[in-house]
């Protein structure tokens, strides 16, 4: 405990690399709990990711809780902002976890202004690029907006990605096959105005790029599992996560009152 304390007290000297720290940590350690539950994931195309030096907005059609974790770990060391609607932030451990990572909060019903201008800032101004969905919620139309708007005005060029595998945890548990495949950068330069036509011309390129990722996900994607001796493995990994993660979860309770990760975010409003 007094350990964790002292770790508190160094990186709030240096709060932006604890924050860049706590990211690669936690991100590490959700990977592990995923690979020692399912430990079938596979990965297409990364050569078509842009260079760390270049920020971008990562798209995808989101499709379950944990495709945003491989997203994430396929494009490291690169790490990411995303938005979040802010009912999480309400859990003090998962809250403040969220808010190391890079998360900020959005009023779906009643959007503010730093919904827009905060990525805007952070993909100009700092190393970090943006992960938005603009597909697979009742706000799909909002957020496409969202990314036309962000990438326009951020001059940044739009990555699309596609999760294909297990739908339920039962089915990640069950070491479905998963897919992630990346797609063509979109550039969007050329589209002068950002008014509802070139809205709605950003979103065809996106949702043409979806599609296209999908058909061609078919020739990998199969039902064949790892062999199930595997297991002999991944039991003790996942045991060795679990205990992480419990420790984990100890420290953020304690460190969630002296760390305050927001600061660097109200920065760049």
Known sequence: ??????????????????????YTYLRGLVILILWSINGN???????????????????????????PVYMAFATKPKQFIFMAKKELFSNRIFGWWIRMCG???????NPSTSAIKYPIN???????????????????NDVKGGVALIAKMAKVRIMPVTYTGPMTLKGLISRE??????????DISDIKKMN???IEMVADRIQSEFQRLDEETKQWHTDTKPNPLWWFIRIPALILAITIGILTIIFSFIASFIWNPDKKREKLQ
């Open 1 to 22: 405990m007094f350990a964790c304390l002292a770790l508190i007290r160094y990186n709030n000297r240096k709060k932006t690399e604890g924050d860049i720290m706590f």
């Open 41 to 67: 994931a596979h990965y297409h195309n990364t050569d078509k990711i842009p260079n760390q030096d270049e920020n971008y907005i990562l798209v995808a059609p989101h499709r379950t809780w944990w495709d």
């Open 177 to 186: 096959r998963v897919d992630m495949n990346f797609g063509n950068p979109i």
């Open 103 to 109: 998360a900020f909060p959005i009023d779906r019903e």
């Open 196 to 198: 509802d036509e070139g």
């Open 122 to 140: 952070v993909l100009k101004k700092s190393d970090r690029s943006l992960i938005m969905f603009p597909s697979g919620s009742r706000h799909s």
